[in-house]
């Protein structure tokens, strides 16, 4: 009997999923392209460098699907969300990555990652999008930096006592500016992701000395960082808090326009020994013998 035959007799009150692990990045970029705006990290982890530092799973019944990304790097363990909710709920169940990450997924996802996680300091973001034939330049006085920098971008993003730790090879592989003031590094604005195969970047870690905010440096660096990724990219998105109403304001001078909400945050596995897990993940490698895959039920989904 196949997942779907199953999932049949079933009836309504549950769903079972078949989970398999995604290796073939083809696959996994034709999954990502219809929400490539949303999806602008996960793609990026695609490039080869960094695409040995994760792992991927998709969770499947019928026309209902989901894939979660786990990835590692210099900022820590990230997790990614993308599909229905039952195939996610599915995908937590027996694969929910590691006991601490970043948790970015869809609005509608909340309610299925709180039964895994511990969601700290949750916050509903607004992406925007530019392309190439939508940006709108704000020329200023500013600098690409480098390596040489770090010290002086560690000690501007520590002002709110924020812990920064950047290195200048991380500098140096990203694309960051800045705006100099009275003689010191005033304000920044950088990459989260820039995936050249993909054709897509995410700008992030804009910030301005609290001194300094209202003369629109902010707006300069972000455009500096936007106008050199747009020479490879199809689209530069980012990520904006919608109470942050002056920022919202900037990147819409520039031509950036909100094209989705998603939800990140801090998240801690409520299974903190993973014992649980294990024991539901040995269940559905049972069950799901006969279709070489891990069927999970998910009651309601």
């Known amino acids: 009997m196949t997942v779907a035959e199953r999932r049949g007799a079933l009836g309504a009150a ?69 599909g229905e909710s039952g195939a996610l709920d599915a995908l937590l169940q027996v694969h929910p990555g590691p006991r601490s990450t970043f948790f970015t997924c869809e609005v509608h ?38 390596h040489r920098d770090a010290r002086e971008i560690n000690h501007l993003y520590r002002t709110d006592g924020v812990p920064s730790f950047y290195t200048g090879r991380q500098i140096d592989e990203s694309i960051y500016y800045g ?7 005033v304000a920044i604005a950088g990459t989260h992701v820039i995936s050249s195969s993909g054709g897509i970047a995410v700008v ?58 998603l939800v990140e945050g801090a998240a801690t596995r409520r299974d903190v020994s993973g014992f649980v897990t294990a024991a539901r993940r040995a269940v559905a490698r049972l069950r799901g013998r006969q279709v070489k895959a891990e069927v999970v039920r998910v009651r309601g989904a």
């Open 204 to 261: 992030g870690n804009v910030y301005t000395h609290a001194a300094y905010r209202g003369r629109h440096l902010a707006q300069m660096t972000t455009s500096a960082v936007t106008a050199q990724l747009l020479e490879t990219c199809r689209e530069v998105v980012l990520s904006v808090d919608p109470a942050n109403t002056p920022a919202v304001r900037a990147y819409e001078r520039l031509g950036f326009a909100e094209v989705a909400r």
């Open 179 to 185: 705006a100099e003031r009275d003689g010191r590094l």
């Open 14 to 82: 549950a769903v079972e999923y078949a989970v398999r692990p995604l290796r073939d990045r083809d696959r996994i970029r034709a999954m990502l392209q219809e929400r490539r705006p949303y999806a602008a990290y996960a793609l990026g982890q695609l490039d080869p460098a960094l695409f040995r530092q994760t792992e991927w799973w998709c969770a499947e019944s019928g026309d209902r699907s989901a894939l979660v990304l786990h990835s590692r790097g210099g900022l820590g363990n990230a997790t990614f969300a993308l």
């Open 109 to 146: 996802h909340v309610d299925t990652v709180s039964r895994y996680f511990e969601l700290d300091h949750r916050q509903t973001m607004i992406r925007m999008q530019t392309t190439a034939e939508t940006f709108r330049p704000c020329e200023g006085d500013v600098r690409r930096l480098r």
